[in-house]
């Protein structure tokens, strides 16, 4: 049975605006010509089948933040970007905003954990000087065998201690140990029960999240040559999705289960969800799952993300 002209608008409509598309296919579809479905579409809209708003940036973060505030209770930063933005620029925009709220943050006194990565170097480059007074910054994970991380967090805890005139305390311990009782030797040393003490203490934690997927973690331990195949195979099988400074979790959030740990030098997540104000700063569609664990999991209070990361991680 043909459809009548109002029929066929619907159809060219739900076509092409919720189905993305292309006129020449929907043409195709109802036997008729391209120009023929322009002209539908045109109908669509003056007749009322389709309404059309143009809706500002900041209309359409608030929507999102709005979202996220109720789905995950976080306070969101959802920056705004052109649709045609590519990812570098994303990722800059977002270590823009991430500054912006650590500046807002940093008081007197306060006490700031950081885990280093490429993110939180990036948020280190566009800092504004606001100097606190006897503020203090803790690391949260170490360094390892390779020169990998080193430069970012010897430049990055010099910048971030220029800004706000505060005192560092590095983490001079390597990122992962051979054994888990030589963890339990190293736990012991005076040294790094001052650094877990002061991060239990800290005001704020600023950190990016690691990613795992099919095993495989995050670059920065693949190409510092800190895991091999078997570990890749262990983080596989306890089905880790994610790190944070180092300590992995699975898709609920959960760190108990992965083996992995009894070998990072990485923050106990339970002294991670008592920081009053755990800020994750992150940009990319490839952080949503384990952005996601996260937030299951209590360890963000505040989150900072791209409007494109935003819109996937609200689709799933």
């Known amino acids: 049975m043909?459809?009548?002209?109002?029929?066929?608008?619907?159809?060219?409509?739900?076509?092409?605006?919720?189905?993305?598309?292309?006129?020449?296919?929907?043409?195709?579809?109802?036997?008729?010509?391209?120009?023929?479905?322009?002209?539908?579409?045109a109908r669509a809209r003056e007749v009322g089948l389709v309404q059309i708003h143009?809706?500002?940036?900041?209309?359409?973060?608030?929507?999102?933040?709005?979202?996220?505030?109720?789905?995950?209770?976080?306070?969101?930063?959802?920056?705004?970007?052109?649709?045609s933005a590519p990812a570098p620029e994303a990722y800059a925009r977002t270590a823009?905003?991430?500054a912006?709220?650590?500046?807002?943050?940093?008081?007197?006194?306060?006490?700031?954990?950081?885990?280093?990565?490429?993110?939180?170097n990036a948020i280190s480059e566009v800092l504004e000087s606001k100097p606190c007074t006897n503020s203090r910054?803790?690391?949260?994970?170490?360094?390892?065998?390779?020169?990998?991380?080193?430069?970012?967090?010897?430049g990055m805890l010099e910048r971030f201690a220029t800004a706000f005139g505060s005192?560092?305390?590095?983490?001079?311990?390597?990122?992962f140990v051979d054994s888990a009782a030589a963890k339990d030797i190293l736990e012991r040393e005076q040294l790094l029960r001052h650094v877990r003490s002061l991060i239990a203490n800290a005001d704020v934690f600023a950190f990016n999240l690691g990613t795992v997927q099919e095993g495989i973690p995050s670059q920065p331990y693949v190409s510092g040559y800190f895991l091999d195949e078997t570990d890749y195979r262990q983080l596989r099988e306890?089905?880790?999705?994610?790190?944070?400074?180092?300590?992995?979790?699975?898709?609920?959030?959960?760190?108990?289960?992965?083996?992995m740990n009894a070998r990072t030098t990485g923050p106990d997540l339970r002294t991670v969800r008592e920081i009053p104000r755990r800020?994750?700063?992150?940009?990319?569609?490839?952080?949503?799952?384990?952005l996601r664990a996260a937030l299951r999991g209590g360890l963000v209070t505040d989150l900072v993300l791209d409007e494109g990361t935003a819109e996937v991680l609200l689709a799933h």
């Open 2 to 41: 043909a459809l009548d002209e109002d029929e066929q608008a619907i159809y060219a409509a739900r076509e092409y605006y919720e189905s993305g598309r292309t006129m020449a296919a929907i043409a195709r579809d109802l036997h008729v010509s391209r120009s023929s479905v322009s002209r539908l579409l």
């Open 54 to 83: 143009v809706l500002p940036p900041r209309f359409r973060v608030n929507d999102l933040e709005k979202r996220l505030a109720e789905a995950f209770e976080v306070r969101p930063r959802v920056i705004a970007l052109p649709e």
């Open 96 to 98: 823009r905003a991430g």
């Open 100 to 120: 912006q709220l650590l500046g807002e943050l940093m008081e007197p006194d306060t006490l700031l954990a950081l885990s280093w990565g490429t993110m939180v």
């Open 137 to 154: 910054i803790v690391m949260t994970d170490g360094v390892g065998q390779s020169e990998s991380g080193v430069h970012y967090s010897f």
């Open 167 to 175: 005192d560092v305390q590095q983490f001079p311990f390597p990122i």
């Open 238 to 259: 306890d089905a880790a999705v994610g790190d944070v400074s180092t300590t992995f979790f699975d898709a609920s959030g959960a760190s108990d289960g992965i083996r």
């Open 279 to 290: 800020v994750c700063v992150t940009s990319g569609v490839v952080k949503v799952p384990a």
